[in-house]
T-cell receptor, first 112, second 113 residues
């Protein structure tokens, strides 16, 4: 099935650094979502974006819904150890097509 | 309140066996989704229910996969004659209505030997 292109695939950073990751699609979505998944758990919703151009923050996390509706990015500022995990973007077309299409994931590792 | 729960958390099946995976959504959530997550990949959509109606089953990989939600609450995903390629984590998600955020359960890890 379709998966969105997410980059980078993995990141190795030091605690306190800022992180940026993005997600691109060949088709338009009307909702963009960012999830975090820890080992052995289901994805947990971090941020939801509903309008093209929208910029939304949740604590140290900031995400933007691209103006073309085909991309989104997520920034994490001042990373801390609990930020370790896999981050997934997801798009939803809406209007009767409510399934989520997920990205390939970005694995974040913090180097001590 | 309680989140989405799934059982069993782990299932080992011999090739050819049938399995049934259960999902208990958040109480009052109308929409229920099943996703399949292969190792190292993002989740992929399988099927979607609104109450007891299965509105989209376009993601089910073969006719060996069957899902039901007879009373509009608990859902069961059944896989008949399991194959090795069915090994994956099966995630269930529910939402208050189709346009609201989806909340995921912890998943069932299925290993077919």
């Amino acid at each position: 099935g379709q998966q969105l292109n997410q980059s980078p695939q993995s990141m190795f950073i030091q605690e306190g650094e800022d992180v940026s990751m993005n997600c691109t699609s060949s088709s338009i979505f009307n909702t963009w979502l960012w999830y975090k998944q820890d080992p052995g758990e289901g994805p947990v919703l971090l941020i939801a974006l509903y309008k093209a151009g929208e910029l939304t923050s949740n604590g140290r996390l900031t995400a933007q819904f691209g103006i073309t509706r085909k991309d989104s990015f997520l920034n994490i500022s001042a990373s801390i150890p609990s930020d370790v995990g896999i981050y997934f973007c997801a798009g939803r077309a809406n209007f009767g097509n409510e399934k989520l299409t997920f990205g390939t994931g970005t694995r974040l590792t913090i180097i001590p | 309140g309680a989140g989405v729960s799934q059982s069993p958390r782990y299932k080992v099946a011999k090739r050819g066996q049938d399995v049934a995976l259960r999902c208990d959504p958040i109480s009052g959530h109308v929409s229920l989704f099943w996703y399949q997550q292969a190792l190292g990949q993002g989740p992929e959509f399988l099927t979607y229910f609104q109450n007891e109606a299965q509105l989209d089953k376009s993601g089910l990989p073969s006719d060996r996969f069957f899902a039901e939600r007879p009373e509009g609450s608990v859902s069961t995903l059944k896989i008949q004659r399991t194959q090795q390629e069915d090994s994956a984590v099966y995630l269930c998600a529910s939402s208050l209505d189709p346009t609201y955020e989806q909340y995921f359960g912890p998943g069932t890890r299925l290993t077919v030997t």
